[in-house]
């Protein structure tokens, strides 16, 4: 079985996220923590999708340390990519998880009350935004409070 549209789409995609913080344990192993994760791009924890990324404000400089990279979810599989090499990571940096275009909106949720992010084309150099970032108010909106 072949899927053209996700042959097609998935390089297109990139997705940002903001380093909120590192991570590392007593056995030396090291995380990042992101502002997404499972919430906006399922495909890791429901079948081990792979990825690689790159510190996007820091691309020119040498990989020097093995990080895993999390979400935000309280899930212990919110994990979006297992141990890749970047350089020193810190919080506010940029983390690109590159090929994502291929069905990351489609199946992104609301999961731990987390809003989408927005979805921006970029053509030429110029950006343009796509899809508005959700606000907790549009989560909230239809609740009915007894």
């Known amino acids: 079985m072949i899927e053209p549209g996700r042959s097609i789409i998935a390089n297109a995609g990139t997705t940002l996220y903001n380093v909120g913080g590192t991570?590392?344990?007593?056995?030396?192993?090291q995380y990042i923590f992101i502002d997404g994760g499972m919430a906006d791009n399922p495909r890791t924890a429901l079948y081990d999708a792979k990825y690689e990324a790159v510190v996007a404000n820091k691309v020119n400089s040498e990989n020097s340390e093995i990080y895993t990279i999390a979400g935000k979810?309280?899930?212990?599989?919110?994990?979006?990519?297992?141990?890749?090499?970047?350089?020193?990571?810190?919080?506010?940096?940029?983390?690109a998880v590159l090929t994502t275009g291929a069905y990351n909106y489609s199946m992104s949720s609301n999961y731990n009350r987390i809003p989408k992010p927005a979805v921006?084309?970029?053509?030429?150099?110029?950006?343009?935004?796509?899809?508005?970032?959700?606000?907790?108010?549009?989560?909230?909106?239809?609740?009915?409070l007894f």
Not at 23 to 29: A, D, E, M, P, V
Not at 121 to 127: D, I, M, N, P, S
């Open 73 to 95: 979810c309280c899930e212990s599989g919110d994990i979006i990519i297992k141990e890749i090499e970047l350089p020193e990571v810190e919080r506010g940096d940029i983390m």
């Open 23 to 29: 991570k590392k344990t007593y056995g030396g192993k």
């Open 120 to 144: 921006v084309f970029v053509k030429e150099g110029e950006a343009k935004i796509a899809v508005k970032r959700e606000t907790y108010e549009d989560i909230i909106r239809n609740d009915i």
